[in-house]
């Protein structure tokens, strides 16, 4: 088997955004595409010579072409061993266990995670280092400035590997390894959590519902929750994992999960309900009839976390995305523990984990997960919640209500504008860029502007600076509005108006989010101008 080096050139938009490298299907499968972008990475991160990488996807259209072509390329690069997950299936949170588990020198990870997939969906890569965390920012950026001045990738010159059956097979003088995709994880979350507990709770009637969405968390679902706890074979739904996901979009929240929506709104509802995304890091928690906004979860989940057993020994901090609500906050002031506060992207929570600085740590964008990995992990927090409500037999409902009475309730939402045109999104924060100086001290009705800044943020751990990461509003009475562009988009932009407002008052707390934060959503319009700029009446999704 002979190496060889291909001559190419750059292709210019190879610049990852808030996790890897987002594009349709047809622009990877442009020739040399996918290869350039991993010999940007096999430069940037120069791994000693017989290294052993990680290697898996969320399965969806393009997978095992990409997988295949990695392969080669790895072996051509050096490394000695690739760990791949059966048929080149790996959740974001299963690959990052797993590297940390063998102390590989970091994986790829193959997924554009919430994003639809099939021929003319969306793919995507990404690097993760061996903490088993998303590369931060300055390796991100060397990647990115490596694909601009590529001239050449190496790749082996041979036969595509088989990725069905368990077990090794050479390839050149690397050994492609095919690992169970789901039995580490499932071994480290059994490590975690209450599972008799939790197996008690389920054989005593209680009715759980899990929408895989036709994505990668079916067989860790089904594996976890099925043979493993003994719930119901039905309580996993849509368990196959597609190429095109079943044409649906991988993304759990009210609007793109409605089909389980209805079923935990309807007549006969389970007591529990949850989804998880594309590649598995996501997650949503619905109880009867009832929806947990996720910046509630992390905070409820923070402060029960010493009911499950891998967290008995209390958090020694938690973390959140700016934009995310500051119901964590609260927790962490009453249980004396720092409550840090980074740009969105989970990249920015690896160094606190690895300094010891965070246990906990989540997003508004239904992402929660702890320093058991390094990425997000949507069956961790379905875990997480089931043994809670083991341990405290209450409805989900009963439980959320509980915690507002206690903490107060930071009522909460995000509003996104997808696939608007670029330019008039640009033109948008721009426009809120140039208020800041007029907004500053500005009264609508009883809210008064206290500071507006574009969120600029200083590693703890590093030191390094990330600017640019969002337009905040914020008022004397604490209340929020954040505006900021997606990253993870494909077409077009993505704006995205975050919205807080703090209810300390318990018999305002059966309002509706919409409802309670109308003022909030009225000013953020006017200030704006995105109705007349982009000709949206409406959001695309409310959360
Ligand atoms: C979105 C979310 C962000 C999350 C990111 C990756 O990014 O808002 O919180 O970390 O997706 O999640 P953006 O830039 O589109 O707002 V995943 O599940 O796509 O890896
Ligand atoms: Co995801």
Same mark, same amino acid.
């Not at 690992?179 to 490590?191: G, K, P, R, T």
């Not at 036709?214 to 849509?238: C, F, K, Q, W």
């Given at each position: 088997m002979q190496v060889l080096t291909v001559a190419t050139t750059p292709f210019s938009d190879q610049k990852p955004g808030t996790s890897g490298l987002r594009k349709r299907v047809p622009a990877f499968q442009q020739p040399n595409y996918l290869e350039n972008f991993v010999q940007s990475i096999f430069d940037t991160i120069a791994a000693p010579s017989g290294a052993t990488l990680v290697l898996g996807g969320d399965g969806r259209y393009y997978n095992r072409e990409a997988i295949q072509i990695i392969l080669k390329m790895a072996a051509a690069n050096g490394f000695g061993r690739v760990l791949v997950g059966q048929g080149g299936i790996l959740s974001t949170p299963a690959a990052s266990c797993v590297i940390r588990k063998y102390g590989t020198y970091g994986g790829i990870i193959l997924s554009a995670s919430h994003n639809p997939g099939g021929p003319d969906g969306d793919f995507g890569i990404k690097y993760n280092g061996s903490n088993g965390g998303p590369a931060t920012e300055a390796v991100t950026e060397a990647i990115f400035a490596k694909s601009k001045s590529i001239t050449g990738y190496r790749i082996l010159d041979a036969a595509d590997v088989a990725l069905d059956e368990l077990g090794e097979t050479a390839l050149g003088a690397m050994t492609v390894q095919v690992?169970?995709?789901?039995?580490?994880?499932?071994?480290?979350?059994?490590?975690l959590f209450d599972f008799g507990a939790i197996r008690e709770l389920l054989s005593g009637g209680f009715r759980i519902k899990f929408d895989a969405m036709?994505?990668? /968390?079916?067989?860790?679902?089904?594996?976890? %929750? +099925? /043979?493993? %706890?003994?719930?119901?074979?039905?309580?996993?739904?849509?368990a196959v994992p597609l190429p095109d996901f079943g044409n649906g979009h991988p993304d759990p929240n009210l609007t793109y999960a409605h089909e389980l929506v209805e079923i935990v709104y309807g007549k006969d509802a389970p007591d !529990?309900?949850?989804?998880?995304?594309?590649?598995?890091?996501?997650?949503?928690?619905?109880g009867k009839g009832f929806f947990v906004n996720p910046s509630d979860? &992390?905070?409820?989940?923070?402060?029960?976390?010493?009911?499950?057993?891998?967290?008995?020994?209390?958090?020694a901090g938690i973390a959140r995305s700016?934009?995310?609500s500051e119901a964590a906050d609260r927790v962490a002031q009453a249980l004396g523990i720092p409550c840090y506060e980074t740009p969105t992207g989970w990249k920015f929570f690896g160094n606190l984990m690895d300094a010891g600085k965070v246990t906990l740590c989540g997003e508004e964008s239904f992402g929660t997960g702890s320093d058991h990995v390094r990425e997000k992990?949507? %069956?961790?927090? +379905?875990? !997480?919640? &089931?043994?809670? %409500?083991?341990?405290?037999?209450?409805? +989900?409902e009963a439980i959320v209500r509980e915690h507002w009475a206690k903490y107060g309730r930071n009522v909460y939402s995000r509003h996104d504008y997808e696939g608007i045109p670029s330019d008039a999104a640009n033109g948008v924060m721009k426009l809120l860029k140039d208020s !800041?100086?007029?907004?500053?001290?500005?009264?609508?009705?009883?809210l008064q502007v206290k500071l507006c800044d574009d969120f600029s943020y200083t590693d703890p751990v590093d030191g390094s600076v990330s600017t640019g990461q969002g337009i905040r509003i914020l008022f004397v009475d604490g209340s929020r509005i954040v505006f900021r562009l997606s990253g993870t988009g494909t077409e077009g932009a993505t704006l995205r108006i975050y919205l807080e407002n703090y209810e300390p008052d318990v018999s305002k707390h059966h309002l509706d989010a919409q409802e309670a934060l109308a003022t909030l959503i009225g000013i953020a319009l006017k200030i704006s101008e995105l109705r007349l700029r982009t000709g949206r009446d409406a959001p695309t999704v409310i959360t």
């Open positions: 690992i169970d995709s789901v039995a580490d994880y499932a071994e480290l979350m059994e490590s036709h994505a990668v /968390t079916g067989p860790y679902a089904r594996e976890i %929750l +099925v /043979t493993r %706890l003994g719930a119901p074979a039905d309580s996993v739904m849509n !529990f309900g949850a989804a998880s995304d594309g590649d598995g890091d996501r997650n949503m928690i619905l979860s &992390l905070a409820l989940i923070a402060a029960n976390a010493k009911l499950a057993p891998g967290y008995r020994q209390g958090l700016m934009p995310t992990d949507g %069956l961790w927090a +379905v875990l !997480f919640w &089931l043994n809670i %409500l083991a341990s405290r037999r209450q409805s +989900v !800041f100086e007029s907004l500053k001290g500005a009264q609508f009705g009883h």
